[in-house]
């Protein structure tokens, strides 16, 4: 399985942006997928997580209510739509998969599978 991650970029304060994450190589419709997040010198951070049917989300305290995690099993490609950003929201995200697992998961070693990572800048 092969995610590509892609809609980073630069935005101002209190912007939007929204991230996709597209699997190729198998279909993703049975597994739990997330975005995690690292900016530099800090480990890397979970951000949202979904199972596999869409039907369950959970989110990090610091981006609820701002971030919102969706998923098109048809279209194989999991989003994370970010609104109200901070500066402190600046780092690389990275979208994983579960190896087989719908459930959701909130630790980096519970994900088999990871994408290359998309920058997000937001600027004061």
């Known amino acids: 399985v092969q995610l590509q991650a892609s809609g980073g970029g630069s935005v101002q304060t209190g912007g939007s942006l929204r991230l996709s994450c597209t699997a190729s190589?198998?279909?993703?419709?049975?597994?739990?997928a997330a975005w995690f997040r690292q900016a530099p010198g800090k480990e890397r951070d979970f951000v949202a997580a979904?199972?596999?049917?869409?039907?369950?989300?959970s989110y990090a305290a610091f981006v609820k209510n701002r971030f919102t995690i969706s998923r098109d099993n048809a279209e194989n490609t999991v989003y994370l739509q970010m609104k109200s950003l901070r500066p402190e929201d600046s780092a690389v995200y990275y979208c994983a998969a579960r190896g087989g697992l719908a459930a959701i998961g909130l630790d980096p070693h519970e994900f088999d599978y990871w994408g290359q990572g998309t920058q997000v800048t937001v600027s004061s």
């Open positions: 190589g198998r279909t993703l419709s049975n597994n739990g």
């Open positions: 979904i199972s596999g049917s869409g039907m369950s989300t």
